[in-house]
Nanobody, 126 residues
Framework: QVQLVESGGGLVQAGGSLRLSCAASGRSFSTYNMGWFRQAPGKEREFVGGIWWTGGTTDYADSVKGRFTISRDNAKNTAYLQMSSLKPEDTAVYYC???????????????????WGQGTQVTVSS
């Protein structure tokens, strides 16, 4: 069992930056792929980015590519989402999620994740 706790959300002006953290419990953090998703009011949950368990590969949604960066520190059992050049359309609840690498799973699909955090609100004002 893995428990995930996000932090770092808040209110920021357009063009600003925030760093979200996702702290994981348990001893197997380094064996999980980690993903970040977001959900705006009235919209479906969407993939923001992911980092494979090896730590060397990341991928992002086109809407955030070049502005957001995902990293992980396995020694601290923590994943990060660095967000820069924020836009009002980035406003959403942001979730981190952990995915076991057993079986055929997509890092892009929310239904392929095993554990979820509670979410943290990010609001970008214009």
């Amino acid at each position: 069992q893995v428990q995930l706790v996000e932090s770092g959300g808040g209110l920021v002006q357009a063009g600003g930056s925030l760093r979200l953290s996702c702290a994981a419990s348990g001893r197997s953090f380094s064996t999980y792929n980690m993903g970040w998703f977001r959900q705006a009011p009235g919209k479906e949950r969407e993939f923001v980015g992911g980092i494979w368990w090896t730590g060397g590969t990341t991928d992002y949604a086109d809407s955030v590519k070049g502005r957001f960066t995902i990293s992980r520190d396995n020694a601290k059992n923590t994943a990060y989402l660095q967000m820069s050049s924020l836009k009002p359309e980035d406003t959403a609840v942001y979730y981190c999620a952990a995915q076991t690498v057993v079986g055929r799973k997509s890092i892009y699909a929310f239904y392929d994740y095993n554990y979820w955090g509670q979410g943290t609100q990010v609001t970008v004002s214009s």
